[in-house]
T-cell receptor, first 113, second 112 residues
Framework: GEQVEQRPPHLSVREGDSAVITCTYTDPNSYYFFWYKQEPGASLQLLMKVFSSTEINEGQGFTVLLNKKDKRLSLNLTAAHPGDSAAYFCAVSLTSNTNKVVFGTGTRLQVLP | NAGVIQTPRHKVTGKGQEATLWCEPISGHSAVFWYRQTIVQGLEFLTYFRNQAPIDDSGMPKERFSAQMPNQSHSTLKIQSTQPQDSAVYLC??????????FGKGTRLTVV
């Protein structure tokens, strides 16, 4: 089955720096990709949903890149601020209507002032 | 929309006791998932239901863990003879089939 590897497990950056989190997946049929953010003590909140037809997706203060050839998904937080400190999870789902979503193991990001 | 509701939020059980965790998915969502989250293992898939039918329980420990979805408005995760290694946050989530998964706030289970 699908396996998703996420790196790094921990990341510490200074305020204003960029932070990059990367996931690699194994199933070439994967079509739906997600990034979730989990603040301390809270549940997971959807940050962005992307489909395999779009390689670059921009949100507020971050960019998601999808490289289907290398089966790699990345989240790039530009100019990180302390409010970005949280755990981030990538997630991958197949094209079939199984609804099953496989998550990466997470990255704990700390943004220092 | 109250979101996915999980009860209780915290549960402490003694080793060997049974624990039952409850989840109320978002109304109208056809898929319900259970995940377990720990610092060491991260977010582990346990099982999921679609239209109340069990679809994939490949993540469930074969002994002591069971999940049910008796109706479309709730699902339960039962852990028999709880062990300290079962201590974790158990997350329930639901999806409408549009692939986005909405999570509840979780139940923190502590086995002492």
């Amino acid at each position: 089955g699908e396996q998703v590897e996420q790196r790094p497990p921990h990341l510490s950056v200074r305020e204003g720096d960029s932070a990059v989190i990367t996931c690699t997946y194994t199933d070439p049929n994967s079509y739906y990709f997600f990034w979730y953010k989990q603040e301390p003590g809270a549940s997971l909140q959807l940050l962005m949903k992307v489909f395999s037809s779009t390689e670059i997706n921009e949100g507020q203060g971050f960019t998601v890149l999808l490289n289907k050839k290398d089966k790699r998904l990345s989240l790039n937080l530009t100019a990180a601020h302390p409010g970005d400190s949280a755990a981030y999870f990538c997630a991958v789902s197949l094209t079939s209507n199984t609804n099953k979503v496989v998550f990466g193991t997470g990255t704990r990001l700390q943004v220092l002032p | 929309n109250a979101g996915v509701i999980q009860t209780p939020r915290h549960k402490v059980t003694g080793k060997g006791q049974e624990a039952t965790l409850w989840c109320e998915p978002i109304s109208g969502h056809s898929a319900v998932f259970w995940y377990r989250q720990t610092i060491v293992q991260g977010l582990e898939f346990l099982t999921y239901f679609r239209n109340q039918a069990p679809i994939d329980d490949s993540g469930m420990p074969k002994e002591r863990f069971s999940a049910q979805m008796p109706n479309q408005s709730h699902s339960t995760l039962k852990i028999q003879s709880t062990q300290p290694q079962d201590s974790a946050v158990y997350l329930c989530a639901s999806s409408s089939g549009q692939k986005e998964v909405f999570f509840g706030k979780g139940t923190r289970l502590t086995v002492v």
